[in-house]
């Protein structure tokens, strides 16, 4: 499995950017996946619900299960919190997973940047950042600079930069 980063500060447009590059992915071909790193404090779970009454009663990891999809939950307890890596490796295999946040890791990544946001470039200082989408336009940059409502120029990228074959087969998404 590929991995390729999508990186910026909150507020960037990170979670577009991604949710805009997945269907793209697919109508070329590449099965898809995604790791995203979250707020300390958020939660997917209901109040009342038994999953929540489950892990609120001490459960360590609990799995709801439907005909349509299923969803493990485990509980850190004050343990540290997983590794990239740890957390890639309980995903099923498939060609490319996009990884949203972890803008310290060590993988490639694009930088996803707003100049409003008034917040430093992780490029360059940031020596895994391949490129960059912005905004605004950027001068001097050691690396490809991409509009950021260009998604199709974006997906073209991250697809060579991953070593995919440039000619990925285009195939119908269902429900398109």
């Known amino acids: 499995m590929k991995l390729f980063g999508i990186a910026g500060w909150s507020g960037s447009g990170k979670t577009t950017l991604v949710t805009s590059l997945l269907p793209r992915l697919a109508e070329r ?35 709801v299960s439907s ?55 992780l490029q360059p200082e940031d020596s895994r950042v391949v490129a960059v989408a912005s905004d605004a336009p950027l001068a001097d940059m050691p690396v490809p600079i991409l509009s950021l409502d260009a998604v199709e120029d974006i997906t073209t990228f991250i697809v060579a930069q991953c070593g995919f074959a440039a000619d990925t087969r285009r195939v119908a998404v269902q429900g398109r």
């Open 29 to 63: 071909g590449l099965r898809v996946s995604t790791v995203k790193h979250a707020h300390h404090g958020f939660d997917v779970d209901q109040p009342g619900k038994d999953s929540y009454e489950h892990r609120k009663a001490g459960a360590s990891e609990v799995l």
């Open 67 to 121: 005909s349509r999809r299923w969803v493990l939950m485990h509980e850190n307890r004050g343990g540290p919190e997983p590794s990239l890596t740890d957390l890639v490796s309980r995903l099923s295999p498939v060609d490319l997973v996009l990884v949203e946040g972890f803008k310290r890791e060590a993988i490639d990544k694009l930088e996803v940047y707003r100049r409003d946001l008034g917040k430093p470039m």
